[in-house]
């Protein structure tokens, strides 16, 4: 599937729209923003991350428009992700297991008479594992959007990279396969996919949405169905994924079928949401018609808002993917977090909170993220001041309460950062 000619063929239909109306709209904007972390461990670690975020979008008016994001990120101070847990930590033993056959191909590589030259399988394997072998972040221009929008009497089509979101969860999003959430990071942007998505209105309330993401050829390809409508003031939606991307195939991690359901809504004051998703990883031997791989996913929480101010939520996530036991944490499941089928090496998760922004300028929160399975706890408090409309500074910490040796965030070490963002 070529995606590049019809993002010029479309390009191209819009802007002879665009002749016969009129330039459309043009506007830009974004964020400067520069986050600085001290992890509070033996060697104090200090990270600092700059990022710049320029949006543009060009409004056709009827007949569509064209959209572009790019993310410039500078981290000024890299952070090597193995220095944040403490030695011996359930996460820095997996860590361990799981690049120890990529540091033993990496041994082979002392330069000496008796091992040069090379053997052509040690290339090939060096090749496929470089990547994995260093954790250093460099600076990186992203181009997250990179989108064509046409719109048409009874469908519309978006073209290139673009923002998929599904789902209504909040710390949780198991029906969203297109992105990886990060239960730590609730509020992280969605990256972008590149896609080529169909959108049927049925209705004020109800639409079709299609999605085909290409691989390299059809079998490393993705797409997608998702039926979404209101029903007496709910919203509720029914997903069918096909996912398969570079990242599995590179891990050597099979197709998978995903079936899902999300809905939010209110009974009184109270908001409540819910998703679940039923997926199959198609490993070889097992047909899509097998269920021997079968999972489950869900995840449903309830918010309130009282008169003052004061915000209250509470989410749990069920994932049948992850261990019973602490004690049954492994390298895959490792893997299943890295890759995003899972958010979490254990089977059930709470995250619960609270928000206030009664006070001019000012919002204060308190998270926390709690294993239910090994009894950590990750404390996420934060607070947030608003110099104008345009610049605000946040200062948060992350605390990891549990066994240092055998939970999933007691032996993680503490940090504290300082964002500051400034939009224009």
Not at 45 to 53: F, L, P
Not at 155 to 176: E, H, K, S, V
Not at 360 to 385: G, Q
Not at 390 to 401: A, P, R, T, V, Y
Request: hydrophobic share 40%.
């Amino acid at each position: 599937m070529k995606l590049l000619p019809a993002l010029i063929i479309s390009a191209i239909s819009l802007s002879a729209f665009s002749m016969k109306a009129d330039l459309g709209k043009l506007q830009f904007g974004g964020y400067l923003e520069n986050m600085a972390t001290i992890n509070i461990s033996p060697n104090e670690i200090i990270s600092d991350v700059a990022q710049a975020r320029i949006e543009g979008n060009w409004d056709y008016g009827v007949y569509g428009g064209l959209e572009t994001h790019i993310i410039l990120t500078a981290p000024l101070q890299p952070l090597d992700p193995f220095e944040t847990l403490r030695e011996g930590s359930i996460t820095d033993v997996l860590l361990k297991q799981l690049l120890s056959p990529y540091m033993e191909v990496l041994g082979e590589f002392q330069l000496s008479a008796d091992s040069l030259p090379l053997s052509e399988k040690t290339v090939n394997r060096l090749i496929k594992y470089l990547p994995y072998s260093t954790f250093y972040p460099s600076d990186k221009v992203i181009l997250d959007r990179a989108l064509v929008k046409a719109y048409f009497k009874y469908f519309d089509l978006f073209i290139g990279r673009q923002m998929i979101a599904w789902g209504t969860g909040y710390a949780f999003n198991p029906t969203d396969v297109w992105n990886s959430k990060n239960p730590l990071d609730p509020d992280a942007p969605k990256v972008g996919v590149t896609a080529l998505r169909l959108e049927i209105p049925l209705g004020s309330l109800s639409r079709i949405s299609i999605i085909a993401s290409p691989g390299k050829d059809i079998d490393n390809s993705s797409g997608g169905i998702r039926y979404k409508t209101n029903i007496a003031g709910f919203d509720l939606s029914f997903s069918a994924v096909r996912l398969m991307n570079a990242d599995r195939q590179i891990l050597g991690l099979p197709p998978k079928m995903i079936f899902g359901a999300d809905m939010a809504g209110q009974i009184g004051d109270v908001g409540m949401w819910t998703e679940i998703a039923l997926k199959n990883p198609v490993y070889p031997g097992l047909k899509y018609t097998d269920f021997d791989s079968c999972y489950l996913q869900a995840d449903i929480g309830v918010d309130y808002t009282f008169t003052n101010g004061l915000y209250v939520m509470v989410e749990y996530y069920f994932n049948q993917l992850g261990q019973k036991k602490a004690s049954d944490y492994n390298s895959i499941d490792l893997i299943n977090l890295f890759t995003g089928d899972m958010s979490g090496l254990a089977r059930n998760y709470l995250f619960a909170g609270l928000r206030f922004d009664a006070i001019k300028r000012f919002i204060f929160s308190a998270f926390t993220l709690s294993n239910l399975t090994d009894h950590s706890v990750m404390l996420i408090p934060s607070v947030e001041y608003s110099l104008s409309d345009n610049i605000c500074l946040e200062l948060g910490s992350q605390i990891g309460i549990g066994d240092k040796e055998k939970s999933d965030y007691g032996g993680v070490f503490p940090k504290i950062y300082l964002k500051t963002t400034g939009y224009f």
